[in-house]
C-alpha cells in the first residue's frame, strides 16, 4: 500500500454518483456507517481488524495524473468534475471502533463524517479491507479458541487469493490469536513471529531420512522440527527423528525447541502413539505439532479424541476462511446535516427486517458485568446522550421489544467503543503495532461468555438501542407507514 495509489480502488458508481452530487451543487454533509448484519459461520461474536490500512489508504488518497487521464479516457466524466479530483483529497472525519475490538452485528463500525462526496468515494476502499481482515481475524479467533492454548501458526499464504489476501490475511490472524506466520513479507512489513520447518522434498531430496533429518538438526539446533510422514511415521519418520535428538543431546546440543511435525493420516491415533514413543526415549518436551487441513472443528473434534497435539499449522481453511468466505458489511447513510447543523436522521428501509437501518449520528456503548468483567450487550445511542452505572438501566431487544432486562445501578460498568480516528481529514489516532493489538485482542476475548465463544447454537449477545434511538426510528418508520 505504499507503493500503490489505491485511489481508483471503487466502484466505478461511487464516482459516477460524485459526478453528480458535484454537478447539482451537493456538497451536504453526511454520516455514513459502515457495519455487518451476521457473524460469520454462525458464530457468536466477531474481530474488528483493517483500521490501519484503512487509515493509511485515507491519508494517500489522491488523484494523480494517470487516473485523471484514465478517467477522461471512459469519455463519461465532464473537465470540471476532473478538474475537482486532480485537487480531491479528505476532509472529513473518521470514528472507528479500535482493531482487535469484539464486535457484534448491527453496530458501527467505522463512521464516516463528511461532505457527501467524499463520504461515497471511500465506500468501497473501506469495506474491502474491513470485510477481509475482519473475517479473517475472526477464523484465526475461532482455530486459536479451539486450540486451547496451544500455538497456532498461519500458514496459508499458497493458498490465499493472491498477495494481498496472503499478507494482509497473516496480518488479520496475528490479530486474531496466531503466534506465527510463515508469510516472510508479513513479517518483514508487520514485526509479527516468522515459523516454519521444511517440506517433503527437504526429505525426499537425500539419500534417506536419518540424512535428512541430521542435515536440518545441524543447521537449525535451536529451532528442529522435524517433518515424520515422508515415508512412514510410525515405522521410519518418529525412529530416525529420535535418533537424531539423541545424538544431539548426547553431543551436548542444547534441546530448547525440537520435535516434530506430520501432515498426513490419522492425526489423533499417531500422535498418541508418538507422544508414548518420544517420552520413552526420554524427550518428554519435544513438540508434536500437526498441519493437513486442520480448522477449528477438526482441532476440536482432535482434542475430544485426547490427541497429543501440542502445536497447529492452520493454512487454507484460516487464510480464505473457507466455510465462510466473505464477511458481508455494508456501508449505509445514516444522517444528513442541514444548515443548522442538525443531523436529519436517515433509514434504508427493507421487506427484510434485518435490513431495516439504524438512523442517526450514532456512538456505541460496551456494558460489562462489573463483578466478573464480561460483556452483557452493546448500546447503540446517539451522540450527546449520557448514561450513569450508578442507576439503573433498562434493556430490551429492538426487534422482539418484550424481551426486557433491568440492569441495577453499581452492577455494571459501560464503555464507549468508537474513537475518533481522523478530524478535518487529519489522522488523530496512533495505529498500534501488530503484536500490541494481539495482545489487546487477547483481553477482549477474555470479555466474552465461553457460551459465546462455543461453535454451535453459541450465546446471542445482544446489541440494544437506546430509549432515544428507538424512538427516533419507530417515528420515521411510523411516518413512512402513512405516507
Known amino acids: 500500500m505504499n507503493t500503490l495509489n489505491l485511489t481508483l480502488l471503487t466502484d466505478l458508481y461511487e464516482l459516477t454518483m460524485m459526478q453528480g452530487y458535484f454537478k447539482s451543487g451537493n456538497h451536504e454533509t453526511v454520516v455514513f456507517d459502515a457495519f455487518y448484519r451476521t457473524n460469520p459461520s454462525n458464530g457468536g461474536y466477531a474481530i474488528c481488524a483493517g483500521l490501519e490500512q484503512i487509515i493509511d489508504y485515507i491519508e494517500n488518497l489522491h488523484f494523480s495524473k494517470e487516473d485523471i487521464s484514465y478517467l477522461r479516457e471512459l469519455e463519461i466524466f465532464e473537465e470540471d468534475f476532473l478538474e475537482y479530483l486532480s485537487t480531491f483529497r479528505f476532509s472529513g472525519d473518521i470514528y472507528a471502533i479500535p482493531e482487535g475490538t469484539v464486535i457484534f452485528p448491527r453496530e458501527p463500525l467505522v463512521k464516516v463524517i463528511a461532505p457527501i462526496m467524499e463520504a461515497q468515494l471511500i465506500e468501497t476502499a473501506i469495506l474491502n479491507i474491513l470485510n477481509h481482515q475482519s473475517l479473517i481475524a475472526t477464523k484465526a479467533a475461532r482455530v486459536c479458541y479451539a486450540a486451547d492454548g496451544d500455538g497456532v501458526m498461519e500458514f496459508g499464504l499458497r493458498r490465499a487469493?493472491?498477495?494481498?489476501?496472503?499478507?494482509?490475511?497473516?496480518?488479520?490472524?496475528?490479530?486474531?490469536?496466531?503466534?506465527?506466520?510463515?508469510?516472510?513479507?508479513?513479517?518483514?512489513?508487520?514485526?509479527?513471529?516468522?515459523?516454519?520447518?521444511?517440506?517433503?522434498?527437504?526429505?525426499?531430496?537425500?539419500?534417506?531420512?536419518?540424512?535428512?533429518?541430521?542435515?536440518?538438526?545441524?543447521?537449525?539446533?535451536?529451532?528442529?522440527?522435524?517433518?515424520?510422514?515422508?515415508?512412514?511415521?510410525?515405522?521410519?519418520?518418529?525412529?530416525?527423528?529420535?535418533?537424531?535428538?539423541?545424538?544431539?543431546?548426547?553431543?551436548?546440543?542444547?534441546?530448547?525447541?525440537?520435535?516434530?511435525?506430520?501432515?498426513?493420516?490419522?492425526?489423533?491415533?499417531?500422535?498418541?502413539?508418538v507422544r508414548r514413543m518420544l517420552d520413552a526415549a526420554g524427550f518428554p518436551d519435544a513438540v508434536i505439532s500437526a498441519s493437513n487441513d486442520l480448522d477449528e472443528y477438526l482441532i476440536e473434534n482432535l482434542k475430544a479424541q485426547g490427541a497429543k497435539i501440542t502445536s497447529w499449522g492452520v493454512g487454507t481453511n484460516l487464510i480464505t476462511s473457507k466455510d465462510c468466505p466473505a464477511f458481508g458489511g455494508v456501508y449505509k447513510l445514516a444522517a444528513i446535516q442541514d444548515e443548522t447543523g442538525t443531523f436529519l436522521p436517515k433509514i434504508k428501509l427493507s421487506e427484510n427486517t434485518e435490513k431495516v437501518t439504524n438512523p442517526g449520528n450514532k456512538t456505541i456503548y460496551r456494558i460489562y458485568e462489573k463483578d466478573s468483567g464480561k460483556i452483557k450487550a452493546d448500546y447503540i445511542c446517539l451522540v450527546g446522550e449520557t448514561f450513569d452505572p450508578k442507576k439503573d438501566l433498562r434493556l430490551f431487544d429492538p426487534l422482539e421489544t418484550w424481551k426486557k432486562t433491568t440492569l441495577k445501578g453499581g452492577t455494571y460498568t459501560m464503555r464507549e467503543l468508537l474513537i475518533q480516528v481522523f478530524q478535518k481529514g487529519t489522522c488523530v489516532y496512533h495505529s498500534p503495532k501488530v503484536m500490541e493489538i494481539q495482545k489487546y485482542c487477547d483481553q477482549e476475548k477474555e470479555t466474552l461468555w465461553n457460551e459465546t465463544k462455543r461453535f454451535v447454537n453459541p450465546h446471542e449477545v445482544y446489541v440494544d438501542l437506546s430509549d432515544e434511538l428507538f424512538d427516533m426510528k419507530r417515528n420515521i418508520l411510523n411516518e413512512y407507514s402513512t405516507r
Request: glycine share 10%; proline share 5%; with cysteine.
Open 161 to 273: 487469493q493472491g498477495p494481498d489476501a496472503g499478507i494482509y490475511g497473516a496480518r488479520a490472524a496475528i490479530i486474531g490469536g496466531c503466534c506465527g506466520t510463515s508469510n516472510v513479507l508479513c513479517g518483514q512489513i508487520f514485526d509479527v513471529p516468522v515459523k516454519g520447518t521444511h517440506a517433503h522434498s527437504w526429505i525426499m531430496s537425500f539419500p534417506d531420512e536419518y540424512t535428512a533429518f541430521k542435515t536440518y538438526a545441524e543447521l537449525y539446533p535451536s529451532a528442529c522440527i522435524l517433518l515424520v510422514d515422508t515415508y512412514d511415521t510410525l515405522k521410519s519418520g518418529i525412529p530416525n527423528a529420535i535418533r537424531v535428538f539423541t545424538e544431539m543431546r548426547d553431543a551436548g546440543i542444547p534441546l530448547t525447541f525440537y520435535g516434530i511435525r506430520m501432515d498426513s493420516g490419522d492425526l489423533a491415533y499417531l500422535s498418541k502413539i
